[in-house]
């Protein structure tokens, strides 16, 4: 049965639209179950019913026009139940509704399994039989784990159907994502491939046949001189024999092999690339269903050479990047490079399909001020080219195609968005001080967006969090010692004299170094932090020499030590930090320069350094929450997998109280402590942390004022109120509705659309 399932996912997955792989769907599990009849419902939750979508057995003439209500019959009894039912006479339940316009009328057994994505009801499966009896448990298993295996894809397929139709019909389209750095942007798709495959193609049929044979054309001459070019860089350091790959190649380039397939698809209507995806896609599926090994690696062979075509293809289409006035950037994978190309006045908003709201590149976006959503549906990129979006990065919401009237409403808002943010600048130059006169520091997480930065000096207390990674990211190797001290001089000169705690390098997880990459299979309990700079004493010592060297003379350097988890690892990094020290000032040339010795604190980002803080105490010097990966770790949730992003949640009852135990903790034996997860750069975040006893919050600079704006009004003694309340909840929803009261009960309403 499992080639079979396989098979059937494969088919329906290769379809180009809705209908055609509901149709393939509906007549392949039939002819597997060797049933007579087989259909699928489709939920329309803007009418509460389920539409026959497609069926192979029922009348023809019914299909897409027949309706049943979401709490009628056997479809809705088993979507209310969302589990199947398998009965031997159907017109004998008390819930089967007779519809004379299916003409079912002749069949008894009826097997039904609902199709569930993210935990929505997408429709109903139904299989059925003339013959009266229970279906088998080998076919019930059969047909739940189709579905399960389905889900996802026709919930895309849905999704593609009405996105390649939104164009012609005027109609919006909306996708669900997880929020990162909110606000809203209005403008125009730009889709980035950073690495190309026929999932990102869809399926368009083009009226102009003789202008995409002739794109096919191009591409394929391309292709066959790119070829040419590698067997002759190639023939002098391989054997002759390995050479003949590329004659393999060239024949099945050729108008008899590849080009006569092509062909018919162009024919049919369909765009060069559309033809060429067809092909690959079947050719793929015929290889990989052969039993012979060596005609299944053929199929790497063809899928390599249809992305080369597909490349050159692309090449001929764009040839010359121009990002619009206001460009949305969607892709499949942020990587920093690709905002770093895009002049920043012309990005408005960024759309990523992998990827979570607290990834590493979802701090970048937020450092930009950049709006951005996250684990949008993973369908075609292509299909959003050029399209009108709107993306609410307060909701969610990716709106394609937006009708006027939502385009309107949504300008609006970014009116209101804009007189909010110059309220709250309009006070930048005030103190951070409550109602009742406690100083609260607002400090600066910096080392992402370095142009910003050339100016954020005057907007805050210091820099709680510098992530020097983020330069070693930008770098193609190991910076040099001496190149590491210029940098550090810069930003400790330009914070002078505030603080400036320095974070040592910090890679691993999703965070990688091109020169120095790290393959894990779990890369968030893998090698990282403390634990490859402790591997790697060279690189540390480098840096944190790097780093005295630079302060000589400022003094305002704290250095930071990330992902400790073991009392080991404090007195190992501490070692080596002496190790530098003394071995710098026995080279150090001018005796009359003093070389200040840097407080050195640890991150508390896994849970069990929380529980090491009092032996800790009088090892290091001050210490810093880092709230991303401590929530993360507490919740068992990967940060980066839009699956379970919701499930990501920094107010959660058992966070809080991590989180007021470190600092009650951290005053009983007196270490200075602080916190710079994203959580601080949150008002109702900030909010929590004053009110556990944390006076020092560091964030991203686009939320210092609005935080400071907030705390300003406000007393301690009502936010230790609301802390109470919300440490006593068992669930974070209670959570979330405290504080939303608390919110309006305070007249900051106008903020509860930007929150969560």
């Known amino acids: 049965m499992l080639a079979t399932l396989r098979s059937i996912v494969e088919s329906v997955a290769q379809q180009p639209t809705l209908n055609d792989a509901l149709s393939q769907f509906v007549s392949l599990v039939k002819d597997a179950m060797n049933t007579e009849c087989c259909s699928i419902y489709f939920a329309d939750y803007s009418q509460d019913n389920f539409v026959l979508m497609a069926s192979d057995g029922l009348n023809p003439d019914a299909i897409g026009h027949f309706v049943i209500g979401f709490t009628e019959g056997l479809v809705g009894l088993v979507a209310q139940r969302e589990e199947p039912i398998n009965i031997a006479h159907a017109q004998s339940h008390p819930r089967f509704k007779h519809s004379p316009e299916v003409c079912e009328e002749g069949y008894n057994a009826f097997l039904s399994v609902p199709v569930v994505h993210q935990r929505k009801v997408l429709g109903v499966i139904v299989v059925q039989q003339k013959i009266a009896r229970v279906f088998s448990h080998d076919e019930e298993s059969f047909l739940i784990t189709l579905s399960a295996q389905l889900a996802s894809q026709l919930a895309h397929a849905e999704i593609q159907s009405s996105l390649a139709q939104d164009a012609f019909s005027h109609q919006t389209s909306v996708l669900k994502g997880v929020p990162s750095m909110p606000g809203i942007a209005i403008g125009e798709a730009f889709v980035l491939l950073p690495k190309l495959d026929f999932t990102s193609v869809e399926s368009q049929k083009v009226n102009n046949v003789e202008q995409q044979r002739a794109l096919f054309l191009q591409a394929v001459t391309a292709t066959r001189q790119e070829f040419k070019v590698l067997a002759n860089t190639l023939s002098d350091s391989i054997p002759k024999e390995a050479l003949a790959v590329f004659e393999v190649y060239q024949q099945l380039l050729d108008a008899q092999s590849l080009g006569l397939q092509v062909e018919q698809q162009l024919v049919d209507g369909w765009c060069a690339k559309s033809a060429l995806k067809h092909v690959i896609d079947s050719l793929v599926s015929q290889f990989n269903a052969m039993q012979d090994p060596y005609i299944k690696e053929r199929a790497i062979d063809v899928k390599d050479i249809g992305l080369r075509v597909l490349h050159h293809l692309m090449a001929t289409e764009q040839t010359v990047k121009v990002y619009p006035e206001n460009t949305i950037l969607v892709t499949h994978t942020l990587v920093p490079m690709m905002l770093a190309d895009i002049p920043k006045?012309?990005?408005?908003?960024?759309?990523?399909?992998?990827?979570?709201?607290?990834?590493?590149?979802?701090?970048?976006?937020?450092?930009?001020?950049?709006?951005?959503?996250?684990?949008?549906?993973?369908?075609?990129?292509?299909?959003?080219e050029a399209k009108d979006l709107i993306l609410d990065a307060y909701a969610g919401r990716l709106y394609i195609s937006p009708s006027n009237s939502l385009r309107h409403e949504y300008e609006q808002l970014r009116h209101h968005d804009s007189a909010l943010h110059d309220k709250f600048e309009a006070e930048h130059a005030l103190e951070p001080e409550t109602l009742d006169g406690e100083k609260i520091s607002l400090l600066?997480?910096?080392?992402?967006?370095?142009?910003?930065?050339?100016?954020?000096?005057?907007?805050?207390?210091?820099?709680?969090?510098?992530?020097?990674?983020?330069?070693?990211?930008?770098?193609?190797?190991?910076?040099?010692?001496?190149?590491?001290?210029?940098?550090?001089?810069?930003?400790?000169?330009?914070?002078?004299?505030?603080?400036?705690?320095?974070?040592?390098?910090?890679?691993?997880?999703?965070?990688?170094?091109?020169?120095?990459?790290?393959?894990?299979?779990?890369?968030?309990?893998?090698?990282?932090?403390?634990?490859?700079?402790?591997?790697?004493?060279?690189?540390?010592?480098?840096?944190?020499?790097?780093?005295?060297?630079?302060?000589?003379?400022?003094?305002?350097?704290?250095?930071?030590?990330?992902?400790?988890?073991?009392?080991?690892?404090?007195?190992?990094?501490?070692?080596?930090?002496?190790?530098?020290?003394?071995?710098?000032?026995d080279d150090w040339a001018d005796p009359f320069l003093l070389m200040d010795k840097p407080e050195i604190g640890v991150m508390l980002e896994v849970p069990s350094s929380v529980y090491l803080l009092s032996d800790w105490a009088d090892k290091v010097d001050f210490c810093s929450v880092g709230s991303n990966d401590l929530t993360q770790y507490l919740l068992a949730v990967d940060r980066n997998n839009s699956r379970v992003a919701e499930l990501f949640d920094p107010y959660h009852p058992s966070v809080l109280r991590v989180l007021n135990h470190i600092a009650i903790t951290c005053q009983e034996v007196e270490l200075s402590f602080s916190l710079c997860g994203e959580l601080g750069g949150e008002p109702e975040g900030a909010i929590l942390l004053v009110a556990m006893g944390y006076r020092r919050l560091s964030m991203n600079i686009s939320a210092l004022n609005k935080v400071k704006w907030v705390l300003r009004r406000l007393r301690v003694e009502d936010m230790e109120m609301l802390l109470n309340e919300c440490l006593a909840q068992s669930s974070v929803k209670q959570v979330h509705r405290l504080l939303r009261s608390f919110m309006i009960e305070h007249d900051f309403s106008e903020l509860l659309y930007h929150s969560k």
């Open 444 to 585: 600066l997480n910096a080392g992402l967006n370095l142009s910003t930065e050339q100016v954020s000096a005057n907007y805050c207390d210091g820099v709680g969090l510098y992530r020097t990674e983020s330069w070693f990211m930008q770098k193609g190797q190991f910076p040099t010692q001496s190149e590491q001290e210029k940098w550090y001089r810069e930003v400790l000169s330009r914070y002078h004299p505030g603080p400036v705690v320095m974070r040592t390098l910090d890679i691993g997880g999703d965070k990688v170094l091109d020169y120095f990459d790290i393959k894990e299979e779990n890369p968030f309990l893998g090698w990282r932090g403390i634990r490859v700079s402790l591997d790697h004493p060279e690189i540390f010592l480098d840096q944190i020499k790097a780093m005295i060297k630079a302060n000589v003379g400022l003094g305002n350097l704290r250095i930071m030590l990330p992902m400790v988890s073991r009392t080991e690892e404090v007195d190992e990094a501490l070692q080596l930090i002496e190790q530098a020290y003394f071995e710098l000032q």
């Open 345 to 384: 006045e012309r990005l408005k908003g960024v759309v990523s399909v992998q990827g979570a709201a607290n990834s590493h590149a979802s701090i970048l976006t937020r450092a930009m001020g950049v709006p951005a959503i996250w684990g949008v549906e993973d369908i075609p990129l292509l299909q959003f």
